[in-house]
């Protein structure tokens, strides 16, 4: 009697399995290593065909209006340019650690034919500044490269963003995040993880990024 109770929970699971499968209840798909670009919404999120969206790993470009709040500089710009170099174009996909946000689009690298990586360009621009989480770091070094032209030449963002209005900065070297010095986020961090900036530039040479919190 053992092994037709046995046999049957072994079909009564099979038939569970497959009548999940038919439903949709397998594991959702791989994100596409390829795909057409078919909308941009910001200077560092587009949809896919299909649409998944997808923000654009390792950089941070100015925020459009939104809620009563104006543009920040060269917000629509950056939207122009990544909507000219990529929207209608079949763009390589390439993922880091860590492969979906907390709100559920994919985080990526983007790729033209050509070879050029979308994010970097964007930086080089001075249209993005580097804007790493780890463990997403596969291309921090190419990015910020990109960051330092962009950087000594003041194009773009780097035509304000080098202004000081603080005598010093702080920067968390866990997260690479740049605080003013009264920043609650700032102050609570480890104090092994504190290095002090008196200079916008030198950090941002560096590859912090500023909070969003305290906008140093």
Known sequence: MHWRRTRLFNLGLGLLLAALTACGGTQPQSPPSEALVVQVADGDTVTLEGGQKVRLLGIDAPEL??????????AHKAKEELTKLAQGKKVRLEYDRLRYDQYGRLLA?????????????????????????????????????AQRQALEARRGIWQQAL????????GNKSTLRLHRPQ??????????????????????????????????
């Open 109 to 145: 690298y983007l790729f033209l034919p050509t070879g050029a990586m979308v994010n970097a360009e964007l930086v080089r621009q001075g249209l993005a500044r580097v804007y790493v989480i780890p463990p997403n770091i596969r291309y921090q070094e190419a990015l910020l490269e």
């Open 65 to 74: 209006e939104k809620e009563g709040r104006p543009a920040d500089f060269l």
């Open 163 to 170: 202004k000081q209005d603080e005598p010093y900065y702080v």
């Open 183 to 216: 920043c609650p986020l700032g102050q609570k961090m480890a104090p092994a993880n504190r290095v002090k900036f008196y200079s916008l530039k030198d950090a941002y040479l560096q590859g912090y990024s500023p909070c969003r919190t305290c906008k140093p």
